[in-house]
């Protein structure tokens, strides 16, 4: 681990009157050289990311780009942060979660083992907790940070895992057992006489959206109440600069390019309230979650986000007084950075990735399903596809029985769908009609897991009418159901693309042969880029006692395995009719 000033305090619990539980430091470590500006002011850089998500090659179409400009991968990732820091010895890199967890295949198929390994060699320092860290458990959590082969599928690699160098924070998640965080609350960190301590915690929410055995056995508290909690504590122990790393985010009201990743335009979301409860005493909010980017002043505060996927890094630079311990009066400036690719690869990352892409080959070859004929990813008429249909079909099937979700039906965006599955044997030679991994996670390849909610029939036809109201101002994006949901929309309504969605563009809408019921509630699966309203589908927004299952290429997985021999056959598109 590349050396860092730091002093982590590991609480064992919360200290205030609304948590009502104790505490425990760690010893501290060495400072860093220092860098000392206006006689008693320390220059501190914090470098920070979010919603990484595993993305170790740079990601493919939209998500790698930044407006026009090509962005992210870890080789280019680590060549940023390295010149940086170059420009300040008093440097701190930092997360707001989701490193890992819906990722791709190159990390997903060993337990995103290669994007610890890769956040070790590109100098991650501290991490707060998301949700995603959540989707193996927090057992498996634990060994991502501690380390060790995993319980039954070993270290796939062949090298060991000696898990993060990073440390993990978690301030309001907490053990029901003993009322212990999972990981220290926060870090307090030791710029040559400058403290700035770190607090880390993930949103509350966390259990409605991720599987309940993944959180089992733990307590998600509230983030402002949590932070306050702890800001009469840390003032006791002489720090005044503090800085709150939380996975929950704001969605600005405009699409992300280059212009407007430094701005903040008519953020709203959960991390406004966050901010606007938070003690005065905190100087700076790091947030995620939304994989958005924004640059923005809430109620005095800077609150920053990194877009996603490793597209940005946020540089900041916080001036602190070591004679009064705190931020300076306007000493904080941000600037969202776009990770290039025209800078060189870091050869470190170049060694790892491919390292891991030799060690996947039989992985990704692995024959895991068989086809009866090709499955297009070709619409009709009406929109409607065999491919997307298939996906619906298997969400479906992964989220109908009583513990995973009850759903009735299930929604796939075409977007999501990059290929379509061949019946004739690719150059690997596993036969014709045999489906790999590879192949169907080529499929859909962004790694997303499957959000069951609840909507009412009328919620429901909002969001097919949605699918009319222009996205993007140029195209239509007709989501695909699975079996048993029929509908019909009128092409000469839908040509008048109404940004408003005041238009009667659907209609007959049935489940099962049954109308849909404008005040029945149902249980409605999608994937979690669809959950979080992606591709306009605000509608879905709405969707209450969400429960979040696995990532959608294991589903799909499951459905070919369960229907061979002797194999999936193309889906009919039977379910969706247009008029002229």
């Given at each position: 681990m590349r050396s860092r000033s730091v002093a982590l305090v590991g609480l064992v619990a919360l200290v205030s009157a609304t948590t009502g539980v104790g505490l425990a430091m760690a010893a501290p470590k060495e400072p860093k050289p220092p860098v000392i500006q206006d006689g008693s002011v320390v220059e501190v850089?914090?470098?920070?990311?979010?919603?990484?998500?595993?993305?170790?090659?740079?990601?493919?179409?939209?998500?790698?780009?930044?407006?026009?400009?090509?962005?992210?991968?870890?080789?280019?990732?680590?060549?940023?942060?390295?010149?940086?820091?170059?420009?300040?010895?008093?440097?701190?890199?930092v997360a707001a979660g989701d490193l890992i967890g819906a990722t791709p295949l190159l990390s997903a198929a060993f337990h995103d083992e290669p994007t610890i390994e890769a956040m070790n060699q590109i100098g991650l320092d501290l991490s707060s907790v998301g949700n995603h860290e959540f989707d193996e458990g927090s057992t498996e959590l634990l060994r991502m940070q501690n380390g060790g082969c995993h319980p039954v599928d070993g270290c796939a690699d062949g090298t060991g895992f000696d898990g993060a160098d990073f440390q993990y924070l978690s301030a309001n998640v907490v053990q029901e057992s003993n009322g212990e965080p999972l990981f220290p609350a926060y870090s307090i960190e030791n710029f040559h006489g400058?403290?700035?301590?770190?607090?880390?915690?993930?949103?509350?929410?966390?259990?409605?959206?991720?599987?309940?055995?993944?959180?089992?056995?733990?307590?998600?508290?509230?983030?402002?109440?949590?932070?306050?909690?702890?800001?009469?504590?840390?003032?006791?122990?002489?720090?005044?600069?503090?800085?709150?790393?939380?996975?929950?985010?704001?969605?600005?009201?405009?699409a992300a390019n280059e212009t407007t990743i430094n701005q903040c335009p008519g953020v709203s979301g959960p991390i406004v309230d966050i901010t606007n409860r938070l003690d005065d005493e905190v100087d700076l909010i790091i947030s995620g979650h939304t994989h958005q980017p924004?640059?923005?002043?809430?109620?005095?505060?800077?609150?920053?986000?990194?877009?996603?996927?490793?597209?940005?890094?946020?540089?900041?630079?916080?001036?602190?007084d070591r004679s009064t311990g705190d931020v300076v009066t306007n000493g904080i400036t941000v600037n969202n950075r776009i990770i290039t690719r025209d800078v060189p690869l870091n050869s470190g990352l170049t060694e790892l990735i491919a390292h891991y892409l030799e060690v996947i080959a039989p992985i990704r070859d692995r024959p895991i399903g068989n086809i009866t004929a090709d499955?297009?990813?070709?619409?009709?008429?009406?929109?409607?596809?065999?491919m997307g249909n298939a996906i619906?079909?298997?969400?479906?099937?992964?989220?109908?029985g009583a513990d995973v979700g009850q759903a009735v039906v299930a929604f796939m965006n075409p977007g999501g769908v990059r290929a379509g599955l061949t019946y004739a044997s690719s150059?690997?030679?596993?036969?014709?009609?045999?489906?790999?991994?590879?192949?169907?996670?080529?499929?859909?390849?962004?790694?997303?897991?499957?959000?069951?909610m609840t909507l009412t029939g009328a919620q429901i036809e909002t969001v097919l009418e949605q699918q009319f109201c222009g996205v993007n101002d140029t195209a239509f994006r007709v989501l695909l159901p699975s079996a048993g949901?029929?509908?019909?929309?009128?092409?000469?309504?839908?040509?008048?693309?109404?940004?408003?969605?005041?238009?009667?563009?659907?209609?007959?809408?049935?489940?099962?042969?049954?109308?849909?019921?404008a005040g029945t509630s149902y249980r409605v699966t999608v994937n979690s880029f669809l959950a979080d309203g992606g591709d306009g589908f605000s509608g879905l927004l709405a969707g209450t006692d969400r429960l979040g299952g696995e990532v959608d290429t294991d589903a799909f997985e499951a459905y070919l395995t369960a229907n061979t021999p002797p194999g999936l056959s193309p889906p009919p598109t039977d379910r969706i009719d247009v008029v002229p």
């Open positions: 850089q914090i470098l920070s990311l979010n919603d990484f998500h595993g993305n170790l090659e740079p990601p493919a179409g939209s998500s790698g780009r930044v407006g026009a400009t090509l962005a992210g991968g870890a080789e280019y990732l680590a060549t940023h942060v390295a010149n940086l820091e170059q420009a300040n010895r008093n440097t701190i890199v400058a403290r700035v301590a770190f607090i880390g915690m993930t949103l509350e929410g966390t259990p409605t959206i991720v599987s309940p055995s993944g959180v089992a056995g733990l307590d998600f508290l509230d983030e402002a109440d949590t932070v306050n909690a702890l800001v009469p504590e840390l003032t006791r122990r002489g720090v005044e600069a503090i800085v709150v790393l939380v996975h929950e985010g704001g969605q600005p009201n405009t924004y640059n923005c002043v809430i109620d005095g505060k800077p609150v920053t986000s990194a877009f996603s996927f490793g597209r940005l890094v946020t540089d900041i630079d916080m001036r602190v499955i297009v990813q070709t619409n009709d008429d009406s929109r409607e596809q065999p619906a079909d298997a969400q479906l099937a992964a989220t109908a150059s690997v030679g596993e036969g014709d009609g045999v489906v790999t991994f590879g192949e169907a996670f080529t499929v859909q390849p962004f790694g997303n897991s499957l959000v069951t949901f029929h509908y019909t929309w009128d092409a000469s309504q839908a040509a008048l693309i109404d940004p408003g969605c005041t238009g009667d563009v659907v209609s007959g809408i049935t489940l099962n042969g049954q109308p849909l019921v």
